[in-house]
């Protein structure tokens, strides 16, 4: 059975770095979209970056675009996102999502995605 378990989220300042990660097991990783979405109480779940199957090709949310990366090593079978210049607006939990099917402009809805970790929070201070 598929799981995916995050985890690297803390209380950081502002200005800072971090990275999470998303560890997957139960399933052939190298054939999974991956991406990371953000939820704040009384908020949608919130789009942040995605990956293909094969590395080959990122997207990022335009409000994290220029600070943070995703990445993937399918022979760990982890998903990456590392977070810099952090700012207190990003304060979240922050899931990782599995799509076993995503396609076109499918990566940025949270529905398109077939398995979710159970989350990582991360605190922004100023």
């Known amino acids: 059975q598929i799981q995916l378990v995050e985890s690297g989220g803390r209380l950081v300042q502002a200005g800072e770095s971090l990275r999470l990660s998303c560890a997957v097991s139960?399933?052939?990783?190298?054939?999974?979209?991956m991406g990371w979405f953000r939820q704040v109480p009384g908020k949608n779940r919130e789009f942040v970056a995605v990956i293909t199957w094969n590395g080959g090709t990122t997207y990022y949310a335009d409000s994290v675009k220029g600070r943070f990366t995703i990445s993937r090593d399918n022979a760990k079978n982890t998903v990456y996102l590392q977070m810099n210049s952090l700012k207190p607006e990003d304060t979240a939990v922050y899931y990782c999502?599995?799509?076993?099917?995503?396609?076109?402009?499918?990566?940025?809805?949270?529905?398109?995605?077939?398995?979710w970790g159970q989350g990582t929070q991360v605190t922004v201070s100023s």
């Open positions: 139960g399933y052939t990783f190298s054939s999974l979209t």
């Open positions: 999502a599995a799509g076993l099917n995503v396609y076109g402009l499918g990566f940025k809805f949270p529905s398109r995605y077939d398995y």
